[in-house]
């Protein structure tokens, strides 16, 4: 990677950090050092921060024989928050690393506005960028840190102190000014490195699960905070992570990948709620997937067989045909499930056997193991109660679970 590249993105000190290479160090210092003493160019010839779209296009990457991101076509509106969500190895960061330049595609082409990027090195496509490990100067103050973009464009020093306050206002760092960032919190330091992304105006932010080394308090505050900033600095974010959480509560658009793919993209609550897959059922939010076959299918609904002559039901993923004998997925999501004292098994219930409950507060856990040993878990409403017996009655009503063909008998987690 050319060294013009790390300097132009202001990420250098990430590959720093990965190659801890003390000589590259060195050449950034003096280059930043020059580059601090060069130029009075006017902060506002850098123009104002509007996010420009991102539109990918049939992105392909190969490596040898592998193929890890699948001709992908996916368009990221301008001043939207779009995340790429899924699994380890999915092709998350690959597809991200493409967009940035770090990345060239073995085909497909990328286009920020109505411009083709696709050949353009990272240094020229005035992005910014935030990862996991903040990859901030650690011989710098919050200040300087935040800084450093502005004064690699040459930006002249009267106008980047404003500049840089504003920033730290935004992030909630104010005050901060002078404080050495190795002495900073690991929130405290991913908001300098929010900030240090966000204070050139770029019209893009990629973000490569920057809140992964976090704790879950400090990663649902920055959620929020994140999310807010997007929208008050109007760029156009592409974030990966591979937690659904983060993905459903800070996004206007999922793209669920798998296996270098698409599975499914759409807003939270169309991913949620109507799943395009049993992987994407699976893997955005709690679900209990059972296998079986068609025992009976109609418009309505259908009957799926799921062993020891137990009947539940279900309704068909959209634009699936199912017959008689087909092997399914059927996908219920645990606080659809009610549970009930037990009784003869009919279409519809089956008999279960409590193995544990919890109480969460807002809901009650209940573990539930089936005749065929499957185990299921059902949240409860607190004043629903829960059966007093052991021996219970399992049974949804058949609009709230989703039944999905099988694919080539892959689970659904792609493993
Ligand atoms: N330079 C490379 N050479 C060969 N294979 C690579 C290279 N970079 C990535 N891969 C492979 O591509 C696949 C996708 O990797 P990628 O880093 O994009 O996944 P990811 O979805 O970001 O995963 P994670 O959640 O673990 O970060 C993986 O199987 C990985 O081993
Ligand atoms: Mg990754």
Redesign the pocket.
């Known amino acids: 990677m050319a060294e013009a590249d790390l300097i132009d993105t202001g990420i250098s000190t990430l590959f720093l950090h990965l190659n801890n290479n003390l000589l590259t160090y060195r050449r950034v210092f003096v280059i930043f050092l020059l580059s601090e003493a060069r130029s009075n160019r006017a902060i506002s010839d850098r123009g104002v921060m509007t996010g420009i779209s991102v539109d990918i296009r049939g992105f392909t990457k190969e ?1 040898g024989n ?1 193929t ?1 991101v699948d001709g992908v076509s996916l368009n990221v509106a301008a001043g939207s928050f779009v995340t790429l969500l ?10 991200l690393m493409g967009v940035a330049g770090f990345t060239r595609p073995t085909r497909g082409n990328i286009f920020f506005g109505d411009r083709d990027v696709t050949v353009l090195p990272p240094r020229q496509r005035n992005i910014g960028m935030v990862f996991q490990n903040y990859a901030l100067f650690p011989h710098m103050t919050v200040a300087q840190n935040i800084a450093f973009p502005l004064i690699q464009r040459g930006v002249s020093k009267a106008e980047i102190a404003p500049e840089v306050s504003k920033m730290m206002r935004l992030v909630g760092l104010r005050g901060m000014d002078d404080r050495p960032v190795t002495k900073l919190s690991g929130g405290q330091q991913q908001r300098v490195a929010l900030a240090r992304a966000l204070v050139f105006r770029p019209p893009i932010l990629l973000m490569d ?1 920057p809140l992964g080394a976090l704790d879950k308090k400090m990663r649902e505050h920055l959620q929020s905070e994140i999310k807010e900033i997007q929208q008050v600095t109007g760029t156009t974010a592409l974030f ?1 992570t ?1 937690d659904q959480d983060e993905a459903m509560s800070m996004s206007d658009r999922i793209v669920v ?1 798998n296996h ?1 793919r698409i599975e499914q993209q759409g807003t939270s609550a169309e991913i949620y709620d109507t799943p395009a897959s049993a992987f994407v059922a699976d893997f955005v939010g709690e679900a209990n997937m059972l296998q079986g076959s068609i025992a009976e299918s109609s418009p309505q609904g259908c009957l799926v067989e799921i062993g020891h002559n137990l009947l539940v039901c279900g309704k068909s993923v959209p634009g699936a045909v199912l017959e008689k004998g087909d092997t399914v997925d059927l996908i219920v999501r645990p606080n659809r499930i009610s549970l009930g004292p037990e009784r003869e098994p009919v279409p519809g219930f089956i008999p279960g056997e409590m193995l544990s409950s919890a109480y969460l507060g807002e809901s009650i856990l209940i573990r539930v193991r089936l005749p065929n040993d499957k185990i299921i878990t059902a949240k409860l409403k607190p004043e629903a109660g829960q059966p007093d017996t052991q021996r219970v009655s399992v049974t949804w009503d058949y609009n709230s679970s989703t039944v999905f063909p099988r694919r080539n008998g892959a689970s659904s987690r792609g493993e």
Not at 86 to 95: A, D, I, V
């Open positions: 490596y592998m890890v899924g699994p380890s190895g999915s092709g998350k960061s690959t597809l699960e990966v591979h990948l270098g």
